[in-house]
């Protein structure tokens, strides 16, 4: 399992880079798009044949949290209404939680804070290489869920946020969003995370909301959550792939 996961960190990096550096070569290569197609699906089957759906990500102690937990992915978006919701403390901040429900949302931070709460210590794995373990408090996502109501025909939790990282692409391809299916969005340790190692989160961490979904990658976790939308199928959002990433070659299930 190790091994594998290894191996498709170091897949995904390669493609990161390729993308980066303006070259979309390796991404589009067949090869690696079918190791990264069967990576992900060795690694779905895996946790959802073989391991409890609700097991429990490793926890860890207070003294083992991280002095030093690296950003990752977007650390200080330039998007004026973000810029806008930072400068006035997140006062004006909405969470708007939409789409397949039956009761539309529109959350302030406080309200959020209200909701059912979970803190967890984990490691969070990044696909360039490197972890840290941090502490996470924040809204369980299922009972979230649960007020607004899913209706019938919901498969999938979409998580659109406020950092555009490609102000090259059309606005629908460029700003950063992410997906999972409702067995992940009802995991114990799925949060809205607001609070990191008792503080609320730095803007480099994602303020004022971050996903937590312990079990995948570093990129799963969306950072500058504004909406969340329950929807039938992906196809019709961002590339339609499920993820800011993913519509670029990465794989849309990235358990560990």
């Known amino acids: 399992m190790i091994d594998r996961r290894r191996w498709l960190s170091g897949m995904a990096a390669a493609a990161a880079g390729a993308l980066l550096a303006g070259c979309d070569k390796l991404t589009m290569n067949p090869v690696v798009q079918q190791g990264l197609a069967m990576a992900e699906g060795l690694t779905r089957r895996a946790q959802r044949l073989v391991v409890d759906r609700k097991a429990l990500a490793q926890e860890f102690s207070p003294a083992e949290i991280s002095p030093d937990f690296r950003a990752n992915g977007s ?11 930072v400068e006035s403390g997140f006062a004006d901040w909405r969470l708007v939680v939409d789409g397949l429900v039956e009761r539309p949302l529109s959350l302030s931070l406080d309200e959020l804070r209200a909701q059912p709460a979970r803190t967890q210590i984990t490691r969070h794995d990044c696909v360039e290489g490197w972890s840290a373990i ?4 924040g809204a369980r996502l299922g009972p979230l869920l649960d007020r607004a109501g899913l209706k019938e025909g919901s498969r999938y939790i979409v998580f659109h946020c406020a950092d555009t990282l490609d102000p090259n692409a059309p606005a629908a391809l460029g700003r950063y969003y992410e997906s999972i299916d409702l067995i992940d969005a009802y995991h114990p340790q799925s949060i809205l995370a607001y609070d990191m190692n008792g503080a609320p989160l730095a803007v480099k961490h994602g303020a004022p909301v971050r996903l937590r979904v312990e079990r995948q990658l570093g990129y799963k976790h969306a950072k500058y959550v504004m909406r969340i939308e329950a929807v039938a199928d992906l196809a019709g959002i961002g590339g339609g792939k499920g993820g800011f990433w993913e519509d670029r070659g990465y794989e849309w299930y990235a358990g560990i």
């Open 134 to 137: 941090g502490q996470w408090s």
């Open 75 to 85: 650390t200080s978006p330039g998007d004026p209404a973000y810029r806008a919701l």
